[in-house]
């Protein structure tokens, strides 16, 4: 099979490149973090010198970047690039007018640039339990579909270029809100006495469970949240970027709005690089909650 390229091997960059690879595929990887870079070649990729070497080796390129002046670089680089027929999957939560310029540069070189963001931890997509939404011309969202399901459980084409941006943004203001819904409902079941395992099982069969409080109801009921799935360092960026989109379409978002500031609390007491999940603790602190040995439930 032909070798897929992928820059950008953080958490959700390595664990697309692990799934591919297991899928067949050579991966040749790049990222600017050394080790990251060591640790692809561990897992049996190749590793290129830059991200235009990258897409010298490969038809097909994922990126998976934290910021826009990360996307504009590799943009560039890539333009410099001369492959024919190259398209780029770009996978990140990123404004849609740093996406159009990114668009803009590797059209120079005849590359097209596909906006498909991904719904899903770093944990799920370690599992290929990742969602796509695809947009960008559909005959080039064809020509890669043979090597989405390696590493997403589903995928599907929502239209034109930006609209998969928009419907990762519909996406990830639930994600906001539920996230803060479990921790509020945690913290209300252990200040009313209930064992947290308890509750978090009980509830998870009910009308009252959703995606999060299956996802991160466990740390949530453990109170640890060092291990991120996503970093509340790097959400404070996508809860900016939605909250920037809806004002830009003229739409209130008072429940979105409202979880904001739990957000920025939990970050503010040091713990930037703890899950999202870590809104419990404040919500903790508020209630002037402190925490009992859980039991395990009882059947």
Same mark, same amino acid.
């Given at each position: 099979?032909?070798?897929? !390229? ?28 050394? +080790?990251? %870079? ?40 890539? +333009?410099?690039? %001369? ?19 990114? %668009?803009?540069?590797?059209? &120079? ?143 209130? &978002? ?15 007491? !040091?713990?930037? #690089?703890? #899950? ?8 903790? %602190? ?14």
């Amino acid at each position: 099979m032909p070798p897929i !390229g992928l820059i950008g091997l953080g958490i959700m960059g390595s664990a697309i490149a692990a799934n591919v690879m297991r899928d067949g595929y050579t991966v040749v990887g790049y990222d600017v973090v050394a +080790a990251r %870079r060591r640790s692809h070649v561990r897992a049996g990729g190749r590793i290129a010198k830059s991200a235009r070497d990258v897409g010298q080796a490969a038809d097909v390129v994922i990126c998976s970047l934290p910021s826009a002046a990360a996307l504009l670089s590799v943009a560039t680089d890539l +333009a410099g690039a %001369r492959r024919s027929r190259r398209i780029v999957i770009e996978t990140s939560t990123l404004p849609i007018t740093v996406k159009e310029e990114a %668009r803009r540069r590797l059209a &120079t070189a005849g590359a097209i640039l596909l906006d498909c963001p991904l719904s899903g931890t770093g944990a799920q997509a370690r599992t290929r339990d990742l969602v796509m939404y695809a947009s960008g011309p559909r005959a080039a969202y064809r020509a890669v579909t043979p090597v989405l399901p390696a590493f997403t459980r589903a995928h599907y084409y929502v239209g034109a270029f930006g609209a998969g941006s928009k419907m990762k943004f519909v996406a990830n203001l639930l994600v906001a809100i539920h996230n803060v819904a479990a921790a509020e409902a945690l913290v209300l079941a252990m200040k009313a006495g209930l064992d947290p395992a308890m509750t978090l099982e009980v509830i998870a069969s009910g009308a009252g469970s959703s995606r999060m409080w299956q996802v991160r109801g466990p740390m949530m009921v453990r109170g640890d949240y060092s291990e991120a799935m996503f970093r509340l360092s790097g959400w404070a960026k996508d809860m900016t970027i939605i909250g920037d989109f809806a004002r830009q379409v003229g739409c209130p &978002t008072p429940l979105f709005s409202a979880t904001a500031p739990i957000y920025t609390a939990a970050a503010a007491t !040091g713990r930037e #690089d703890d #899950d999202t999940a870590a809104v419990c603790a404040v919500l903790e %602190r508020m209630a002037n909650h402190r925490r009992k040995k859980t039991r395990s439930v009882r059947r």
